[in-house]
């Protein structure tokens, strides 16, 4: 019975110890349908930094109000930590606030709901970490998170976790801290700051962040918007929260900063609002079918899914 007793003792540590390495392991290692009981990280940065996970991939976090959720972690670049928490995809660039426009509104451009569907300011959740660029993903380290900066990916359409990188057509990240004053992550800034057509103009140009480019430059990114709008922007940026001269509003305007009245033409997400321009997820982007000769952006940024992490 001592040697029993032992043996049992000398179990219940190796298990616990066991089913903690199991259960926060990437991608896949973790049988379909278990929870990891044992994982209180709340983001891949803890994940990197408490636990010592330093591969990419798919771990389970768990947020503060205990939801249990699978997601991506970028453990590499730029000293890693980077938790995906919200992918941005355009499931048809033709429909006009149609069903799958999660980001800005699945009810039409309508009058009476001029907000949309409100996602960039609320806790519904939709997608799946894996599917992220064959349609719209927010987990709920989206709210939970605290952070102090973002990293954005355009990645290609309908490519497997293991190719995102590769499959980039722009990344970057942020270094200023600029989310500790707005409660830590986009949630809390559009709660304050809300997208709703009519409570702005063009000269209300929200927020902008100067990035550095993992992939891409400057160059690469007025290549990848429309000549004829080129001059309404600076690069080198990321922007949150802006109006055009239509007083529609935009949720995010990636790898720039406004200076002009035309934002439909290279942001993404917002109100559910735009009588004068068109209303989609990635807003009017898709002007001149994918040509950079006049006003619409690339078929590169229009066939890629937004990839949004915190850190």
Not at 87 to 115: F, K, L, M
């Amino acid at each position: 019975m001592m040697q029993s007793a032992g043996f049992l003792l000398l179990c219940v540590p190796l298990i616990s110890l066991l089913c903690e390495s199991i259960l926060s392991l990437p991608t896949g290692k973790t049988p379909t349908g278990e929870f990891p009981e044992s994982v209180t990280a709340r983001s891949c940065r803890e994940l990197l930094k408490k636990y010592g996970h330093k591969k990419d991939g798919l771990y389970y976090l768990r947020s503060k109000d205990n939801e249990v959720y699978q997601t991506y972690c970028d453990m590499s670049t730029n000293g890693g930590g980077w938790t995906l928490v919200a992918s941005v995809h355009e499931n048809n660039i033709h429909g006009s606030c149609t069903v799958g426009d999660r980001w800005t509104s699945q009810q039409g451009s309508s009058s009476y709901h001029p907000a949309g569907d409100g996602s960039w300011s609320n806790k519904v959740l939709f997608g799946t970490a894996e599917a992220a660029t064959n349609d719209d993903y927010k987990n709920p380290g989206y709210y939970d998170i605290k952070a102090k900066d973002i990293a954005v990916w355009h990645v290609h359409n309908d490519n497997e976790l293991e190719f995102w990188k590769v499959a980039s057509v722009l990344r970057y990240h942020t270094n200023s801290n600029f989310l500790t004053p707005f409660g830590g992550n986009l949630y809390h800034f559009f709660k304050k700051y809300h997208l709703q057509y009519g409570i702005g103009t063009c000269n209300d140009r929200g927020i902008s962040v100067p990035i550095v480019y993992d992939i891409g430059s400057d160059m690469r990114v007025n290549e990848l918007y429309g000549e004829s709008v080129r001059a309404d922007f600076d690069t080198g940026y990321v922007t949150f929260r802006v109006f055009n001269n239509y007083q529609e509003a935009y949720a995010m305007c990636s790898g720039v900063r406004p200076k002009g009245c035309y934002a439909q033409y290279y942001c993404i997400g917002g109100g559910g609002y735009f009588p004068n321009t068109f209303c989609s997820d990635f807003a009017y982007l898709n002007a001149n079918n994918g040509a950079t000769n006049g006003y619409g952006a690339s078929k590169e940024i229009i066939n890629a899914a937004v990839f949004i992490f915190y850190r």
